[in-house]
């Protein structure tokens, strides 16, 4: 599996999230409703780390289920802030969760791994997006493609300019 798209993706998001922390806005704002920095960035180590957890349970023959509720969850992803630190500490784990799965999804697991239907879980603001199997490839480069482009754009939307 090609994980040169999964590692830009990442390098892209942390780039938002240290222009971010670098603008010199002490604490940009997000519109109503929406997550701040810190926020975004726990949320994306919490789906990093069920991703992870999922290619591992695969790659150990393990039946697994992929399910983001948990990513979602207000008191998990104020945890997450508190245990890391907030600001670096969360670009830093997330950093590392990413060349994690890159390394799992790259040449740790075979095709047919890769191509294991995954009972998966999607939600996104109270909205089912999927509830189905899907393979663990899909769930890899879905963070790739659609996950992580979209926490970029909503980090870099909490700049005054829209940077």
């Known amino acids: 599996m090609d994980t040169i798209p999964l590692r830009d993706a990442y390098r ?3 780039d938002a999230a240290a222009t971010v922390a670098g603008s ?3 604490s940009p704002g997000p519109p109503p409703g929406e997550w701040d920095a810190d926020q975004i960035l726990a949320h994306v180590a919490l789906v990093t780390a069920a991703t992870i957890a999922a290619a591992a349970s695969v790659a150990s023959g393990v039946n697994t ?3 983001n509720r948990m990513a979602l969850d207000t008191w998990t992803i104020g945890r997450v802030i508190t245990t890391t630190g907030g600001g670096a500490g969360l670009r830093d784990r997330v950093r590392r969760q990413g060349e994690a799965l890159r390394a799992l999804g790259g040449p740790a697991l075979g095709e047919a791994e890769l191509d294991t239907p995954v009972p998966t879980l999607l ?4 909205t089912v997006l999927v509830d189905q199997p899907m393979p663990l490839r899909d769930l890899i480069t879905g963070l790739a493609e659609v996950e992580l482009p979209g926490h970029t754009k909503q ?3 909490l700049l005054r300019d829209g940077a």
């Open 155 to 157: 980090l870099l939307a």
């Open 24 to 26: 010199g806005d002490p």
């Open 12 to 14: 892209a998001l942390l």
């Open 123 to 126: 939600l996104s603001k109270d």
């Open 65 to 67: 289920t992929y399910d």
